[in-house]
Nanobody, 122 residues
């Protein structure tokens, strides 16, 4: 199994910055696309940004130019640098990854972290 562990959320003032990190625990897997989603109260979960193993990125229109997603393949870690934060960025941010898990039977799966709260408020 792949367990994703997030860190870096918190409270920040409008215009401030935060950096989220996510890494899987365990071994015996190969991580593919990694991404960040967010869910605000009363809203559906939405894609914020994603990145492939070769570094191709995709961003939601609302965060382009303010957020940067990156990854370290050696550490299977994905980062989300969030700058110029706005109150509307307030949400629980979830890490997501697809993975090939090697074992007696090789399988593929889509995995989620537990979520980290980001609150942008003065």
């Amino acid at each position: 199994q792949v367990q994703l562990v997030e860190s870096g959320g918190g409270l920040v003032q409008p215009g401030g910055s935060l950096r989220l990190s996510c890494a899987p625990s365990g071994r015996g897997f190969r991580i593919g696309v990694m991404g960040w989603y967010r869910q605000a109260p009363g809203k559906q979960r939405e894609l914020v940004a994603s990145i492939t193993r070769d570094g191709s990125t995709n961003y939601a229109h609302s965060v382009k130019g303010r957020f940067t997603i990156s990854r370290d393949n050696a550490r299977n870690t994905v980062y989300l640098q969030m700058n110029s934060l706005k109150p509307e960025d307030t949400a629980v941010y979830y890490c997501n990854a697809d993975a090939i898990v090697f074992g007696f039977v090789t399988s593929t799966g889509d995995y989620w972290g537990q979520g980290t709260q980001v609150t942008v408020s003065s």
